[in-house]
């Protein structure tokens, strides 16, 4: 209902690699997808029975809270993107690593620059991902108005979710206890190509997030056994799911616009 890793297939997941594969199975990454902060205490138990590391993936949720916590710091890391179009999005690409162990933060730190502890002298395998420091200056400035961008962008969706809910599309749900940040505003539909390209005649641009799932894009697919059997959700989603615009800048005249269009279109069908 969330988009998110579900605990139940992940325990499954986890028991089946545990035979055989034990060793080979190190850290779980959920990604709270959309901005939507995946339910984590029962990722933690499992994470915890099977002694692997919880990294979340927050590239999508800056500032989204889970319980009243904000998302990366639940896991061992928490990771965020800061390319442009994120929540919080620097003027070129950029990203950031959040933890509480000092020695995990010690090797970020390595990895980043070449593996370096002292100058000129590589420890470890790293590589160059420093953070520009502009883009460190202008992301500290567009941090100051995050919450507010993220309160928008709840506000816009939950204009969305009223204004549709009498349609056919299946609309983002929202879980108890989150307060997520809409990254994107996702909506299904079987038909969600007819949609999209009705969408576009009006020049109202939407997109698919994602159109190939990780375990069927050509570099990945057959690589990785997937112990729980093929990801049937996940593949289904792909072909429904389309983004309507959402950001914290969206006019009331383009939510407006957007809105008609879509009901034009499910008046269609
Ligand atoms: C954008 C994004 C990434 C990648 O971030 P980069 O800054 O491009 O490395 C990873 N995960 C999710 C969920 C994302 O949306």
Redesign the pocket.
């Known amino acids: 209902d969330t988009f998110g890793m579900d605990p139940d297939a992940l325990a499954a997941a986890c028991e089946s690699l545990a035979d055989g594969h034990a060793g080979q199975l190190k850290a779980v990454l959920p990604?709270h997808?959309y901005g939507h902060p995946v339910d984590l205490s029962a990722i933690q138990g499992i994470v915890e029975e099977h002694n692997l590391i919880l990294i979340e993936?927050c590239?999508?949720a800056h500032g989204a809270r889970l319980k009243g916590q904000r998302v990366g710091s639940f896991g061992a890391l928490g990771t965020f993107?800061?390319?442009p179009t994120?929540n919080l999005g620097a003027l070129g690409?950029?990203?950031a690593i959040a933890t509480n162990d000092p020695e995990l933060a010690a090797q970020v730190r390595l990895l980043k620059e070449y593996g370096w502890q002292e100058r000129y002298v590589s420890h470890v395998a790293g590589m160059n991902s420093r953070l520009d420091p502009i883009q460190a200056a202008m992301l500290a400035v567009k941090l100051q108005h995050l919450d507010d961008e993220n309160a928008k962008r709840r506000e816009i969706a939950a204009r969305y979710t009223a204004a549709l809910a009498d349609t056919p599309l299946i609309l983002p749900a929202c879980a108890d206890n989150v307060e997520p940040v809409y990254h994107q505003y996702v909506v299904q539909h079987e038909q969600r190509d007819e949609l999209q390209q009705f969408l576009r005649a009006r020049n109202i641009g939407s997109l698919i997030h994602y159109p190939v799932p990780v375990h069927k894009q050509p570099a990945y697919e057959g690589r990785v056994e997937l112990p729980a059997g093929p990801l049937t959700v996940t593949e289904g989603l792909a072909k429904r799911i389309l983004s309507l615009p959402i950001h914290a800048q969206l006019t009331d005249e383009q939510f407006d616009r957007t809105v008609a269009a879509v009901r034009d279109w499910v008046a269609t069908l």
Do not use: E, T
Request: charged share 25%.
């Open positions: 990604v997808i993936d590239a999508q993107s800061f390319y994120k690409d950029g990203g």
